[in-house]
């Protein structure tokens, strides 16, 4: 469920008219919704309310929409937030997520981000090797601090879902291969400055199946248990993000919060530790738009090309992960055509979507790429000296630039010549 809707055939986030919008701002432009990621926020944490032995910690996967202003709205929910960088961490604070809600994961954390982290006092460390322990036990004795730990494990579980956001697959670079586990927690139980007290896992994004999932938490409940028998004092379990969202809504949604919390609550019912969620999509996926405009319609041999002044630099999932987005004409006409959707990117894979169905459009025109607020933004550059597209937030009839544009020559300036050749310049 989301807050973009047509009124009087114009669509609306919340109650701000999207054209409007472009007006102020100029497109492209991301456009998110307050009052759908606070609902998405509220519905994953009542479906997870009865989980676990105290109350969940829901950490949100900062990777998935950064935007101080996204956190901010959800810390003031009380939520924590999953971190995969030091440029992450200091984002999740700078954005009102106190340290001790934090989670940090990683397969590449280093020296001085574990350093940082623990002297910022986190909820917990990921990690994702032996190697990883064993430097973060050098960094903890350094400091005079205890790190609290869990090991990312690896299941072995395929995921069922592009093979570019499966993470559990023994092949994938991700967590210590769960055969190993044991291993790994009695290296960390001797080494000094570590207390490993949970385990974690993440077997992918954009799950549309319950069934992996329950395969790879009950490998984790079977750890628990034999970790205990080991002698641990295993007080946690992080079940990581990955719960799917619908970006087609002419097909099946994927399963609901409500089905995945009853999942868990089954799975989990005698494990006796707190729980964390590290959701990322599923929270703020349907709560963005990219509003573009058309910028000419052309005749191609074999198809027509709908030219729009968005490209894969700005919105990078469908050449990537070959992922679809519902496209709407913001102010739609009567009829429909097909056209193939491209961007003016010097690239073949900058195309949106081939022979897609949508209202006829004309150059001026309006259309906005819906679900495009997760992994959006945040994985955009600046390719063909396009500069970032800016974010605007919607909280009912109010509206913020919280990303501005930046002009042109801030990209240019950014360069420097080498010395060498700026005395001929
Ligand atoms: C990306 C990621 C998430 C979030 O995944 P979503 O599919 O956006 O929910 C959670 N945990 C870890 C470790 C991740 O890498």
């Known amino acids: 469920m989301d807050h973009f809707d047509y009124r009087d055939g114009v669509l609306h986030a919340e109650d701000v008219p999207l054209p409007d919008l472009a007006e102020a701002v100029g497109t492209p432009f991301y456009c998110y919704s307050t009052a759908t990621i606070e609902r998405h926020f509220r519905v994953f944490s009542e479906a997870l309310a009865g989980v676990g032995v105290e109350p969940p910690l829901i950490a949100y996967a900062v990777k998935a929409n950064p935007n101080k202003s996204v956190i901010a709205t959800l810390a003031a929910l009380g939520a924590g937030a999953d971190v995969v960088s030091i440029g992450e961490l200091?984002?999740?604070?700078?954005?009102?997520?106190?340290?001790?809600?934090?989670?940090?994961?990683?397969?590449?954390?280093?020296?001085?981000?574990?350093?940082?982290?623990?002297?910022?006092?986190?909820?917990?460390?990921?990690?994702?090797?032996?190697?990883?322990?064993?430097?973060?036990?050098?960094?903890?004795?350094a400091l005079g601090k205890t790190a609290p730990v869990s090991f990312r494990v690896n299941p072995d579980v395929d995921a069922g879902t592009h093979r570019k956001i499966s993470t559990g697959k023994a092949e994938n670079k991700f967590g210590v291969p769960i055969s190993r586990a044991l291993d790994a927690y009695a290296l960390a139980a001797r080494l000094p400055g570590l207390d490993p007290l949970g385990v974690a896992v993440h077997i992918g994004s954009q799950l549309t199946q319950l069934g992996p999932m329950e395969a790879a938490f009950a490998r984790v409940g079977e750890l628990i248990a034999e970790l205990r028998a080991a002698g641990h004092d295993?007080?946690?379990?992080?079940?990581?993000?990955?719960?799917?969202?619908?970006?087609?809504?002419?097909?099946?949604v994927p399963p609901l919060p409500s089905a995945y919390g009853e999942m868990v609550a089954r799975v989990t019912r005698d494990w006796g530790v707190r729980l964390t969620f590290e959701p990322g999509r599923l929270i703020?996926?349907?709560?963005?738009v990219l509003v573009s405009r058309v910028i000419r319609v052309k005749q191609g041999e074999t198809s027509s090309f709908i030219i729009v002044d968005a490209a894969m630099n700005d919105l990078i999932r469908p050449t990537l992960y070959e992922a679809w987005h519902d496209i709407l004409a913001v102010e739609p006409r009567e009829g429909r055509i097909a056209a193939t959707i491209v961007g003016p990117v010097c690239e073949t894979g900058d195309t949106f979507a081939e022979d897609r169905p949508i209202s006829p459009v004309d150059a001026g025109d309006l259309i906005a790429f819906m679900t495009a607020g997760a992994y959006g933004a945040t994985m955009a550059s600046t390719y063909n000296s396009r500069p970032l597209v800016p974010e605007v937030v919607v909280s009912k009839e109010k509206w913020a630039i919280v990303r501005p544009r930046p002009p042109v020559e801030s990209m240019i300036d950014a360069d420097l010549l080498a010395p060498w050749l700026a005395d001929k310049g």
């Open 90 to 141: 200091r984002r999740a604070m700078a954005g009102g997520v106190p340290a001790d809600r934090i989670v940090f994961s990683g397969v590449g954390k280093t020296r001085e981000e574990l350093t940082e982290a623990l002297s910022l006092g986190i909820f917990q460390f990921n990690l994702e090797s032996e190697p990883e322990a064993e430097m973060l036990s050098e960094v903890a004795v």
């Open 234 to 252: 295993i007080r946690r379990a992080d079940l990581g993000g990955g719960l799917g969202i619908p970006y087609d809504r002419s097909k099946a």
């Open 284 to 288: 703020v996926g349907n709560a963005g």
